[in-house]
């Protein structure tokens, strides 16, 4: 089965968690993941900035280790990045922003590739939000 898992809560929120978990889930059960999107506050998660006290999971930490590790397409809502400072180099420049902080694996793009990893997908999973 082809899943597309949509994550709207930032790293430390447990539906974050949840998330990371159910994508481990689907992996370790021999099913696809055609896509994570990260939207709202969810595109925290996508920051190289983001710093974990020692004594809590590093969420952001091991959704960069999921992506890199299954090659898994890993899309960042922009509009939601650009209101929260999460940016890339062309962003960062556009802008005229000294850094860029998009963690490695990461893509910028629109709500379109929602759409279209919904349609790719037999199930789109959702978690967190309001």
Same mark, same amino acid.
């Given at each position: 089965?082809?899943? &597309?898992?949509a994550?709207f809560?930032? /790293?430390?929120a447990?539906?974050?968690?949840?998330? #990371?978990r159910?994508a481990? /889930?689907?992996?370790d059960?021999?099913?696809?993941?055609?896509?994570l999107?990260?939207?709202?506050?969810?595109?925290?998660?996508?920051?190289a900035?983001?710093?974990?006290?020692?004594?809590?999971?590093?969420? /952001?930490?091991?959704?960069?280790? #999921?992506?890199?590790?299954?090659?898994?397409?890993?899309?960042?809502?922009?509009? &939601?990045?650009?209101?929260?400072?999460?940016i890339?180099?062309?962003? &960062?420049?556009?802008?005229g922003?000294?850094? &860029?902080? #998009?963690?490695? @694996?990461?893509?910028?793009?629109? =709500?379109?590739q =929602?759409?279209?990893?919904?349609?790719?997908?037999d199930?789109?999973?959702?978690? @967190? @939000?309001?």
């Amino acid at each position: 089965m082809k899943f &597309a898992i949509a994550l709207f809560a930032p /790293a430390h929120a447990p539906s974050s968690r949840r998330a #990371l978990r159910f994508a481990e /889930a689907v992996l370790d059960g021999g099913h696809e993941i055609t896509r994570l999107f990260f939207y709202q506050d969810g595109v925290h998660s996508a920051s190289a900035n983001v710093v974990t006290p020692q004594d809590e999971p590093d969420i /952001a930490r091991d959704w960069a280790n #999921l992506l890199a590790k299954h090659q898994l397409d890993g899309v960042v809502c922009i509009a &939601a990045a650009l209101r929260r400072g999460v940016i890339n180099q062309e962003e &960062a420049e556009r802008y005229g922003r000294v850094a &860029a902080n #998009l963690a490695p @694996g990461w893509e910028l793009s629109g =709500l379109g590739q =929602l759409h279209e990893a919904a349609q790719m997908a037999d199930r789109l999973i959702c978690f @967190g @939000g309001n």
